[in-house]
């Protein structure tokens, strides 16, 4: 059965929630580059997004952990993840 990146069948029924999500992230000016991991499978291809709107989606989810490259931009970052 294929899914999609969300963890959902494409074209069948939506699996469940995954239970943890964990977050690879690496932080730049106008990116950050994502890499998810939902419960214990096999990471999932990484992502591009606009750094709020990676947020926006977070915000959507529950158990998010987040693994990110200390620097000056990935503390802040961090700190908005957390405040959701």
Do not use: F
């Amino acid at each position: 059965m294929l899914k999609n990146i969300d963890n959902q069948t494409i074209g069948g029924e939506e699996k469940s929630e995954p239970e943890v999500i964990k977050l690879g992230l690496d932080l730049h000016a106008k990116q950050v580059t994502e890499c998810r991991q939902l419960d214990g499978s096999t990471p999932k291809p990484v992502q591009q997004w606009d750094p709020w709107k990676l947020l926006d989606k977070v915000e959507e989810w529950v158990n998010v952990y987040s693994c990110y490259e200390a620097g000056p931009c990935g503390y802040w970052y961090h700190r908005e993840l957390t405040a959701s």
